[in-house]
């Protein structure tokens, strides 16, 4: 089950149908199973804190992933999302907030399923990976 929370920000971000259908689709493409996921929106400070708290990291982020599943072929986990870093990111980019916002959600993801991005292959790998699955989107 893919399900979405709000944390002192508005719940109007994900106003897009499809939005789980293609999720699920991303995460059978890589002939997984979808268990529990849970994306939770927060703002800078409250991510911030999460990054200080469990990784000692005292920098803001766009995204944190905390896998839950026991079982490498059902994938589960908490994604946390900096809404601020995703505005923040896209006008820098020069993109529309929304595509930004799903290439961190398939960015999440991809990290639940074991993908990582520290080197500069496996951040090629990564960046590879959310293109394909963002043109797949509705």
């Known amino acids: 089950m893919v399900s979405f929370s709000f944390l002192e920000i508005d ?7 499809g939005i789980i259908q293609w999720l699920k ?3 059978k493409s890589e002939k997984k199973a979808s268990g529990d996921i849970q994306f939770i929106f927060c703002n800078d400070e ?3 804190g999460i990054n200080q708290a469990y990784l000692n990291h005292d920098t ?16 589960s986990g ?6 601020e870093r995703v505005k923040e990111n896209a006008s820098i980019r020069n993109i529309k907030f929304e595509f930004e916002l799903s290439r961190v959600m398939v960015h999440g993801i991809l990290h639940l399923m074991g993908y990582r991005d520290k080197t500069k292959a496996e951040q090629s790998e990564m960046r ?5 699955y963002l043109n797949l989107q509705p």
């Open 78 to 83: 908490e994604i946390y999302i900096s809404i």
């Open 128 to 132: 590879a990976k959310e293109d394909y």
């Open 60 to 75: 803001y982020t766009d995204i944190i992933t905390f896998p839950t599943s026991q079982n490498a072929s059902i994938i």
């Open 11 to 17: 719940d109007d971000i994900l106003d897009r149908p």
């Open 25 to 27: 689709l991303v995460i």
């Open 46 to 48: 409250f991510l911030l």
